[in-house]
């Protein structure tokens, strides 16, 4: 689990400077649809940072798999949501814009994998 400290660090970090940067550095220079694009990115992607750092600490507590499975899928929620809207924003690639739903549907699959994880701890109590 340590590689998904790593990750919260790097993630935490970014979602931070991308949030500052739309709102400071890039407000001149962006549409306002880039900056809503990049704000809505930052959002999601510290909110789900948040989710990775909380399962992480759980997974010190509680070895099972669904926790390191369900961080992976809000793991690449993230590289896939958020990162597809950065791309598009700084590079305009329409094809980006296809990635960005698989990203939300991660996400939307990682919030409801931790089922998994009230279904596991009763059976083991």
Known sequence: MKNFWIFVAIS???AV????????????SL????IARIQTAAT??????LIIA?????????????IKQSSWIFAMGIVMF?????????????AMVF??????????????SLIRLTVNTDKSE
Do not use: N, R
Not at 17 to 28: T, V, Y
Not at 83 to 89: F, V, W
Not at 99 to 112: E, N
């Open 17 to 28: 400077i991308m949030g500052a940067m739309s709102a400071h550095a890039l407000k001149d």
């Open 44 to 49: 999601y992607q510290m909110y789900h940072t």
């Open 12 to 14: 935490g970090a970014l």
């Open 99 to 112: 990635i960005t739903p698989i990203g939300g549907m991660l996400f939307i699959l990682g919030w409801l």
């Open 54 to 66: 909380v399962l992480t600490v759980y997974y010190q507590y509680k070895p099972i798999q669904p």
């Open 82 to 94: 958020s990162g597809s809207l950065y791309a598009y924003t700084f590079s305009k690639i329409h």
């Open 31 to 34: 549409s306002i649809e880039d």
